[in-house]
């Protein structure tokens, strides 16, 4: 039974490049279950991808925290910057 507690204790760490994707893809997520309108989705999406892609370039220790910290208070605000 230890041996199964154990497994189910341990968590894998996560690269970057997976935390990022995984973060990405909840955004993603979260318009598409809010746009009534294709429309909306596909130019909010693409302020999303432009977000994701001028941030590319930062450390992944660096701005990675200011980041995310950005993007839960534009979620509580209902909206994307």
Do not use: N, P
């Amino acid at each position: 039974m230890k041996v199964v507690t154990d497994f189910m204790r341990a968590r894998v760490a996560l690269t970057h490049a997976q935390r990022v994707t995984r973060l990405y893809r909840t955004a993603l997520r979260t318009l598409d279950s809010w746009a009534c309108d294709r429309e909306i989705f596909l130019t909010r999406g693409g302020a999303i991808r432009a977000r994701f892609d001028a941030a590319k370039g930062e450390a992944a220790d660096g701005g990675c925290g200011r980041a995310r910290a950005g993007g839960r208070g534009a979620a509580r605000r209902g909206r994307a910057r």
